[in-house]
């Protein structure tokens, strides 16, 4: 049973999500919260799977939130547009990808169980869009030391992966089977502490190893 927390100051927007994902089965919306503060104690209490929560809320946001979430529940954003510009703040700060709130109901039902089986919810063509769209405005690289960790091999997989390349597509482009270029991203986020692929491309952005304009 994958148990759900919903977080949007907006009661209509909640009583949707939970029509839609408590007729699922194996799914179970089991608290709903108006703001971050209280999703963050709910979260604590319910300790649920995954956290929808909107990026814009009176009093605490999303954005904040994220951030004070404890350990275990990941979290997705909920954004009116797809670009929000606190979408890679919110990425940096431990959320596992995002949705647009119009999107359609298949793709949220799907969304939930890609995120509570362990993976991102970030889309490679949305990599790229995000890392062109604020990589910009970044401060100067700041290399984190686990980044020394890394073979050289897996520094190659890691600025592919902040391109936004697929397992099949580093595959391609490094004359290696998608199974280790799996094995090359999964080793790369163990190193690196990175909850997951959404992570890995945050590191890449902010160590400086990718920048807009590179292929």
Do not use: C
């Amino acid at each position: 049973m994958i148990r759900i927390l919903l977080a949007d100051d907006q009661a209509l927007v909640r009583a949707g999500f939970r029509a839609l994902l408590d007729a699922q089965e194996g799914m179970e919306v089991v608290a709903e919260a108006g703001d971050g503060a209280e999703a963050v104690r709910l979260a604590g209490e319910h300790q649920p799977d995954v956290v929808l929560m909107d990026i814009r809320m009176p009093g605490t946001d999303g954005l904040t939130a994220v951030r004070l979430m404890p350990p275990g529940p990941r979290v997705v954003m909920l954004t009116t547009f797809e670009l929000d510009e606190y979408v890679f703040e919110a990425l940096r700060g431990g959320a596992s990808g995002f949705l647009v709130k119009d999107t359609e109901p298949a793709e949220l039902i799907q969304a939930v169980r890609v995120v509570a089986g362990g993976a991102a919810l970030l889309s490679p063509g949305v990599t790229r869009r995000l890392i062109a769209e604020y990589a910009s405005r970044a401060k100067a690289p700041v290399v984190p030391k686990e980044l020394g960790s890394l073979t050289e091999r897996e520094r190659e997989v890691l600025a592919l992966v902040g391109n936004g390349l697929t397992n099949d597509e580093i595959a391609g482009k490094l004359f290696m089977s998608p199974a280790t270029a799996k094995t090359h991203v999964s080793r790369a986020m163990m190193k690196l502490r990175a909850r997951d692929r959404a992570q890995l491309v945050v590191i890449a952005y902010e160590s400086g190893l990718v920048r807009p304009g590179w292929t």
